[in-house]
């Protein structure tokens, strides 16, 4: 089991950027794969990003490409997601996520272990 804690949200413009983070504890980091998802009002949870034990293998959502950059730094048990070019449909609940093993996968009920989440408003 692993603790995640997210932080990082908040209110931009249309455009703007943030940068989400998480930080883990409990348990070895560098054994978990990461995940994240978002969650709007009223919608299911869908995948947004994934990167593997070591960092080395990323994935992202179609509706994110491009615009989103997931890394880690195992040193300091740290998983970001820096968010560029926000559109209003990015608005939602973020959450980090962990795995035990380094397939990847877009099934949130594949990953184990949820942070509390944290919310990013996009501005028109």
């Known amino acids: 089991q692993v603790q995640l804690v997210e932080s990082g949200g908040g209110l931009v413009q249309a455009g703007g950027s943030l940068r989400l983070s998480c930080v883990a504890s409990g348990r070895p980091f560098n054994q978990y794969a990461m995940g994240w998802f978002r969650q709007a009002p009223g919608k299911e949870r869908t995948f947004v990003a994934f990167i593997s034990t070591g960092g080395g293998i990323t994935r992202y959502a179609d509706s994110v490409k491009g615009r989103v950059t997931i890394s880690r730094d195992n040193a300091k048990n740290m998983v970001y997601l820096q968010m560029n070019s926000l559109k209003p449909e990015d608005t939602a609940v973020y959450y980090c996520?962990?795995?035990?093993?380094?397939?990847?996968?877009?099934?949130?009920?594949?990953?184990?272990?949820w942070g509390q989440g944290t919310q990013v408003t996009v501005s028109s």
């Open positions: 996520a962990a795995k035990m093993n380094n397939l990847f996968t877009t099934t949130a009920s594949s990953f184990g272990s």
